[in-house]
């Protein structure tokens, strides 16, 4: 198989002088220290695991010859979806947000799984389901464009309606240009579900710190304000320096029940 990228395990991490670490393992924290006095602190650090729960997760993201992870299968409609027989994410976004990269990073040490675009335009769209062992399963929602509600109506709606195994859907937002109309339209719509959600910001590699600060504060503002369904904190990610991949490694596997104790660092 081909070799994992650098950073892509924590071990390799664990190597970096600290303050790199930290930047790696828990972008959001490290800006904390960034904040106005005063500043309400609790969103930058709920959900916080330790060194072995990080661990543990990881381990579910690394196939090995007893456990598997592989694409299963797509689909157009929801009767084509395959059984929902396990806890289930998914992840939804514009097109370029950086989901396909975000779902290529997580799934780095598993060099075998393909993660297929489809980006051709007019070429079908489709829903991707990924088996993670007898652990949970990912799938990777088309990405929607400006016609954000058309494009949601015969499949992400359904889905994110109906599926009952459910347990968490990732909202990428892309980390440079903040919140756009159309994902204001998919905030109404898991709203309007009542379904759990959590806003994960992709590139942050291609911000500056003061431009992420401000997106950060402005969404978690918002989210304070306008949002029931949605987690306070916000997960930060870049699939080029693996940052934040191994936290969200970890709460995927925390939302799925497979890490159901996580001790705080
Ligand atoms: P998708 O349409 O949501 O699947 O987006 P892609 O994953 O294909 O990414 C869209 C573009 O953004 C591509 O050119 C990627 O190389 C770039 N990109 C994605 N993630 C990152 C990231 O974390 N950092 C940087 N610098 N570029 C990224």
Redesign the pocket.
């Known amino acids: 198989g081909r070799a994992s990228p650098p950073l892509a395990a924590l071990s390799q991490v664990l190597r970096l002088e600290r303050s790199r670490r930290t930047a790696i393992v828990f972008p959001l924290q490290k800006l904390e220290r960034y904040l106005a006095p005063g500043t309400d602190t609790a969103p930058f650090r709920l959900f916080q695991p330790g060194l072995a729960a990080l661990q543990r997760a990881e381990a579910l993201f690394r196939s090995d010859p007893g456990h598997s992870i592989d694409y299963v299968s797509s689909a157009v409609r929801m009767d084509h979806a395959p059984p929902p027989a396990l806890p289930e994410v998914c992840f939804i976004?514009?097109?370029?947000?950086?989901?396909?990269?975000?779902i290529?990073?997580l799934f780095s040490l598993a060099p075998e799984v393909e993660v297929r675009?489809s980006?051709t335009p007019g070429h079908t769209k489709k829903m991707n389901f990924f088996k993670v062992g007898k652990y949970f399963t990912l799938v990777d929602m088309p990405?929607y464009g400006y016609r954000a509600p058309q494009d949601f109506v015969e499949m992400v709606e359904a889905y994110l309606q109906e599926r009952r195994n459910l347990k968490r859907t990732f909202l990428?937002v892309d980390g440079v240009v903040g919140l756009q109309k159309t994902d204001h339209i998919a905030v109404e719509m898991l709203e309007e579900f009542g379904i759990p959600y959590v806003m994960v910001l992709?590139?942050?590699?291609?911000a500056s710190r003061g431009l992420l600060l401000k997106n950060v504060l402005e969404i978690q503002e918002f989210v304070k304000e306008n949002t029931q369904g949605c987690f306070p904190q916000l997960f930060l990610?870049?699939?080029?320096?693996f940052s934040g991949v191994h936290l969200l490694r970890c709460f995927v596997a925390h939302v799925t029940g497979n890490l159901p104790t996580v001790e705080a660092s």
């Open positions: 976004g514009r097109s370029n947000v950086g989901k396909s990269s975000l290529r990073a675009v980006k990405g990428l992709t590139k942050i590699d291609r990610v870049s699939s080029v320096e």
